[in-house]
């Protein structure tokens, strides 16, 4: 089938090159000209595990646009993934999602457009009541949310634990389902709105046991206990299941709080107050700052002191860091008076006022008075420590991730606390 993704973001460009993978024509179109001008030059701007790979293996079946008209041109299916940032009220933006709908040009043959942005419950129905009053009718409309996460989208897309199409129409449905033809995957059909709640409530649930294990996790060090070992005893029931109960920092990313917040509000504005969505985030966010509380017993005080960030990213294997809780505790450190040296492979700092970045771990610690690991890259399992001990200042290690062994860090001369699992 040829298909039109709209939106060459993390989303549409994953969507294209699976498509593209799976044997279908792609034509990917975007605003901006740069990032079409840099795709058609077999640059990718950004940095997605297996993604390079992939496009360079469908390039004969990818093209890049800026054109409506190109991309439209012949397609079955047009595929939106555009962004939907939050608003000042916390209502998700569907400014760009509009914009592709008012694009669309007439066609004499039907089209389907397949929603892949993540948007409130309803907008399935508004979009098709736009349609009917350009009396688009021949267009159909299907929901099919993405679940794949930044790091692991290639595998995600093609290797998804389900595969969720709602659709007003069934041989839309059943058009959208064929287009998967190759992915071994379940199909869940439902209607439009509660494919659209799907992703919401999947989303909801897994950032729910993050907040969960991150407040068992504070139990845990007012009690003596140890989170670590905590999940994965209830892990191991199967009703509970082990994913998503790893305790740090809090959750960040481009979609867990974005949509956390454009749930709240879409509860909010049909009247209901959803006290536990509040508390998961409210949890998440003190998580970030509690930190700063470990440093400040260690340190006595942050005025003065240089403390190392390993990490930027929210996560690792991406250079994404919106909502990282790096940067929130950057922005604490800095306006406690502290100076912040940070550490990333991959994710720039660009722009932050007061952070110096540094290219290796070992530069990040000489002399400092703290370090804080905050994105649990792989690398960082590897590093020599031993080595780098003796090189700060004062030896406060704070693992935000519980990526590293206590015992040992101890024994190395750290200092060494961890989120939920007793300190020395
Ligand atoms: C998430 C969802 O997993 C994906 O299905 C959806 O489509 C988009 O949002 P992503 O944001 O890329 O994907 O990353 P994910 O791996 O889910 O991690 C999100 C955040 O939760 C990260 O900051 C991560 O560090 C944190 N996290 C995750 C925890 O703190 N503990 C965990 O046990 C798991």
Redesign the pocket.
Known sequence: MKIAVFGAGYVGLVTGACFADLGHDVVVRDILPDRIESLRRGEVPIYEPGLDELLQRGRERLTFTTEVAQAIDGADIVYVAVGTPPTYSGDADLSAVWMVIDELPRVDRRIVVVMKSTVPVGTGEKVRHRLDERRMTDVGYVSNP??????TAVRDFLHPDRIVIGAFEDADGELVERLHAGIDAPVVRADVASAEMIKLA??AA?MTR?SF?NEIANVCEATGADVVKVAEGIGLDRRIGPS???A?I???????PKDSLALKQLAANSGYHFQLLNAVIEVNELQKRRVIGKLTERLDRLRGTTVALLGLA??PDTDDTRESPALVLAGRLIAEGASVRLWDPVATADGLPGVTQVKSVSEALAGADAAVLVTEWPELREADWAAMCSTMRRPVFIDGRNMLDPAEMRRLGYVYDAIGRAAS
């Not at 993405?146 to 790091?151: K, P, V």
């Open positions: 993405e679940f794949t996460a930044e790091g999947a989303n897994l993050i294990i998503f109960l790893r740090g809090g959750f960040g990313g481009s979609c867990f929210f996560k």
